[in-house]
């Protein structure tokens, strides 16, 4: 902390024109002011917002020196040199009361940890010996231990850094995606990264030895050990000084080798990290009281230790570029005991900090997108730029919504002509068109307004519609529309390195409602929108949010119209289904969470025409392995309504990397460039394709960079978020419409019961509970995929319904739940999807039934199954269970009897009677031989509640946990 001064701050408006000679004299009069005692500096600075006002800023070392300068006729100087110069000017004297010097950059520990799957040890070892051979003279990079836990499964990238910027600056910059290649498909499955200050490292720098890795199959015993202990802020100085006493102790003790202190950001949590020859030598140098429980650090052991053993397994030579790093700094040396008068507090939170999300001011909030770059004229071809991403007219990223005044102050507001607004839908793609039709079919009033004044009629974005979508729009009515317009995806072929390696038929999954189909996004959006048209309610488009605020009754927004004028409008709800560019998300301050990958991505796409010979209907991908583990290069190709048309998608050539530059972007980053041209599609199949192929027939294309992530949480009050606006993922694999899509339709049903006052008061908190989880899990799966051939599991039918997200489910939803004592035999868990049977017969019915057309539409629907062991009157109280719970549900549940061809079925009045004729549904859903059963299916068709036998009262708990009593 440098001593105290006065700064004096004059502020001067120059005249138009003279700009420069204002800034040219003050230099002069600067020089000479320098001269004058007791001046420290001066500093010129500009208004960013009016370029004509300037501000002269003096240091002086007392006000006795700023007295003297007035009186002198050195005070002169700065008047005569600006006098016809300015127009305005203002002064102001400060006392400077204290000024603290900015902290000296300390280096870092980065702990990168990510799993693998058996088997997967050698391979990923191989690859981590490239990858780090590739990044030893990066800047700023010093050394590196590759560390694995007790499980054999998690390994630990324990890298050191001379400071976070540096680590940050590497690993944001695209031309470092080759050099991390090979480790790409682990980096992005269950990752995490987490950034550790080096506070003390006792032994010095110079001793860390080269250590080869053996061979992810062999067995080490050198171990590092993490010890983790809370530390409060007002303890920190004496922890570190007891910590230098410990690390003397340890220093002489047989089999340790060296160690450091780190601390996590916030500065609550150390780690001792010491590296001994084997966990037998440190368990016994710790089980001497005076040297571990009873020692220096004996106090904060005691509250609390967290113990983390790794086997160490390979540490890279030392980077030449970090040897040069500056010591950590050393302490004076220690003859101090540790202070016995710091109170012990409570045990503290303890929580794992990891990274640096990249956080959105609530006050006023901005985009996190950087502006858009401008290409090199001459270095990219230059085309027109067609839609493909939600791209704002100007170019650049939106402004984040503002927050609104407090509700108070707009009582007296415009409100909506018409019906009063009870959920306003922020975005008109596949999920705000899909969350939109789900609440108008439940009769909630919903506008929806979109900032593109035209709906998508080009552009390809989005291609395949997983077969869990069609069996949404099935239940929505319009899956037949869907299936004239698009194209049916037959299977997979793969091609590795020119060799074909994989070719999957999807045919043959007859319980499936639905293949997989293919259909352009906007065939998609003209779809969604026609349905929601029927139900009444219209698109407004060329309107885009610009403000909007929450009270405890509901959202105040403001809306701008295309002519310019801006209207205020209140709902009970906002919903933000404005894609990669989201305005809602922004305004809500929620953060990206990195980790999803490593490095932002630039990707080329294109529709075109290809003439070669290859499985009709079939998705091709084409992918460029060398050196076992380095992934350098894939080509996805989607098949289009049309003879040889494909969607193509590959990494953008390496020009596009050089022109577009490489700064720092937030996770959740998403811009789109200038399209590439016919034959850079060509150049793409050239490289990667079959040899002598041509495409033709450009249609679109599109160059633009992405950085995966998803959204640190989905609600906040009255506000939600959905689709891109939550979740970015990558062009190939399809995942990200149909995983918004999933969102729309999850929360749909529940803010349905929320406006109508239905809902149990944690209804609405389960939606992120449910989607987010299921969100990462997707995001993580494709940025993996994206860096394999793609066939990563053994099962080939069960990796297609989990791509589908067939299998994707809410186990360990806080809103879902059985009782089943002697379990079930077979059938869905809580929280999966609940399949379609066919065969079930009912009277008066000439053909038969599925089981979704008993669970199609907007209720709740409660299956109550018997078999020819339950008595009539077990059926009959069946029946007033059945009763029951639509009063108890106001109507938003109904029941069905599932009853066994030979199950005795007394005359029932208010529960309607299906057979299971051939034993389809006892099978599927595991109830034959349970007497009663119960499965309450969910309007999303996922699995709420089941029971085997029925136990009434844990189904009625459950219910009233999702409806309001």
């Known amino acids: 902390m440098t001593a105290p001064g006065v700064r004096t701050v004059l502020r001067m408006r120059a005249r138009e024109g003279c700009e420069a000679e204002f800034e040219a004299a003050w230099r002069r009069a600067a020089a000479e002011i320098s001269r004058v005692p007791g001046n420290l500096r001066q500093e010129l600075m500009r208004d960013e917002g009016d370029p004509r006002w300037f501000a002269i800023v003096s240091d002086w070392t007392d006000r006795a020196s700023v007295d003297a300068f007035g009186r002198s006729a050195a005070r002169e100087w700065l008047p005569e040199a600006l006098r016809d110069l300015r127009e305005d000017a203002t002064r102001s004297t400060f006392t400077v009361l204290a000024t603290v010097d900015a902290e000296r950059r300390r280096p870092v520990r980065i702990d990168f940890s990510t799993s693998v799957k058996p088997g997967e040890q050698v391979a990923f070892e191989r690859a981590y010996t490239t990858v780090t051979q590739r990044i030893g003279d990066s800047r700023g990079y010093v050394r590196e231990e590759l560390l694995r836990d007790a499980s054999g499964l998690r390994y630990h990238i324990f890298a050191e850094w001379e400071s976070e910027d540096d680590f940050v600056q590497w690993v944001e910059d695209p031309a470092h995606m080759d050099a991390g290649a090979p480790l790409a498909r682990w980096h992005s499955v269950e990752f995490r990264r987490e950034v550790l200050e080096i506070r003390r490292r006792p032994d010095g720098d110079a001793d860390f030895p080269l250590l080869l890795s053996p061979g992810g199959d062999v067995e080490v015993e050198r171990v590092r050990v993490d010890s983790a202990v809370a530390v409060e802020p007002w303890e920190q100085e004496a922890f570190e000084l007891a910590y230098l006493a410990a690390a003397q102790l340890a220093r002489s003790a047989p089999g340790h080798a060296r160690e450091e202190l780190l601390r996590e950001p916030g500065g609550r949590r150390y780690h001792v990290v010491a590296e001994w020859e084997s966990e037998q030598r440190f368990t016994d140098w710790a089980a001497e009281p005076a040297n571990w429980a009873a020692g220096p650090l004996g106090r904060w052991l005691a509250r609390g230790e967290d113990r983390r053993v790794f086997a160490l397994r390979a540490r890279p030579a030392p980077s030449v570029t970090g040897a040069t790093a500056e010591p950590v700094q050393q302490p004076a040396p220690v003859d101090v005991a540790v202070p016995e008068s710091v109170p012990t507090p409570p045990e503290p939170d303890l929580e794992v900090v990891a990274g640096h999300p990249v956080q959105v001011s609530v006050e006023r909030a901005a985009a996190p997108e950087p502006a858009a770059v401008p290409l090199a004229t001459g270095t990219v071809p230059s085309a027109s730029v067609q839609e493909f991403v939600e791209k704002p007219d100007d170019g ?552 085997r036998p029925l136990d009434e009262d844990a189904l009625l708990d459950h219910l009233a946990g999702v409806f309001a009593q």
Not at 488 to 500: C, D, E, I, M, R
Not at 737 to 761: C, E, F, H, S, Y
Not at 814 to 840: I, K, M, N, Q, S
Not at 893 to 898: C, E, S, T
Request: net charge negative; hydrophobic share 40%.
């Open 396 to 947: 650049h990223a939106p402004a984040a919504a503002t927050l609104l005044p407090a509700p108070s102050d707009l009582r007296d507001a415009s409100r909506t002509p018409g019906r009063t607004v009870e959920v306003l839908v922020v975005g008109a793609g596949p999920a705000g068109l899909t969350h939109a039709i789900e609440l108008a079919r439940r009769g909630i009033a919903v506008r929806v307004v979109d900032k593109r004044p035209q709906a998508s009629t080009q552009a390809d974005k989005a291609i395949g519609i997983h077969c869990r979508t069609m069996e949404i729009w099935e239940d929505q009515g319009i899956v037949t529309e869907a299936m004239d317009a698009g194209i049916w995806l037959y299977g997979q072929t793969v091609f590795v390195n020119g060799v074909q390696t994989h070719q999957v038929d999807w045919a043959g999954l007859d319980e499936l409602p639905y293949a997989h189909l293919g259909l352009p996004q906007y065939d998609t959006e003209r779809i969604l929108g026609a349905k929601l048209a029927s139900l009444g309610v219209v698109v407004e488009r060329g309107v885009e949010l610009v403000a909007f605020s929450q009270d405890d009754e509901g959202v105040t927004a403001q809306l701008r119209h295309a002519a310019g004028e801006v209207e205020t409008t209140r709902a009970q709800y906002l919903v933000g289904c404005d894609g990669a560019h989201s305005a809602v998300r922004a305004g809500l301050g929620l953060a990206f969470e990195g980790g999803l990958s490593m490095f932002p991505q630039l990707f080329m796409l294109g529709d075109v025409d290809v003439d070669w010979d290859l499985p009709a209907g079939h998705l091709v991908r084409f992918v460029r392995i060398e050196n076992e583990d380095d992934f350098t290069g894939m080509l996805v190709c989607v098949p289009l309504k049309g003879r040889n048309r494909y969607r193509i998608a590959t990494l953008a050539p390496q020009r596009w990397q050089d022109a577009v530059g490489s700064g720092v972007v937030p996770p959740g980053f998403w811009q789109e460039y200038e399209p590439p041209t016919l034959a850079d599609m060509q150049a793409a199949i050239d490289d990667l394709g079959p040899p002598g192929t041509t495409a033709s027939n450009l249609r679109w294309s599109s160059i633009f960079r992405i950085k995966h992530g998803i959204v640190d949480r989905y609600r906040e009050g009255r506000v939600f978020v959905a689709g891109d606006a939550a979740h970015l993922h990558p062009p190939a694999g399809g995942q990200g419409m149909n995983t918004g899509i999933q969102d729309a339709w999850n929360l749909g049903w529940k803010l349905a019961l929320a406006v109508r006052g239905l809902a149990a008061p944690g209804l609405l908190d389960s939606y992120e509970a449910e989607r987010r989880p299921a969100g990462k899990m997707i995001v993580d799966r494709a940025v993996a995929i994206a860096f394999t051939d793609e066939m990563d599991m053994e099962d080939e039918k069960a990796q297609f319904l989990l791509e589908m997200q067939m299998t994707m489910n809410y186990a360990g939803s806080p809103l879902v739940g059985e009782t089943a004592p002697g379990g079930f035999p077979a059938g869905p868990e809580p929280g999966h999807r609940a399949p379609d049977v066919h065969g079930l017969r009912r009277f008066g019915v000439a053909h038969p039934l599925r089981l979704f057309d008993l669970t199609r539409g907007t209720r709740s629907t409660l299956l109550l199954s018997a078999d020819a062991t339950a008595s009539e009157e077990q059926v009959s109280d069946l029946e007033k269970l059945a009763v029951g719970v639509r009063q108890l549900t106001r109507g938003e549940v109904g029941a069905y009897l599932v009853a066994a061809p030979d199950a005795r079925v007394p005359l029932l009045v208010d529960l309607p009677v299906v057979r299971d004729a051939e034993g389809t549904f006892a099978a599927a859903y595991g109830t034959a031989g349970a007497g009663t059963a119960a499965y309450l299916v969910r309007p999303d068709g996922h699995v709420g509640f089941r029971s």
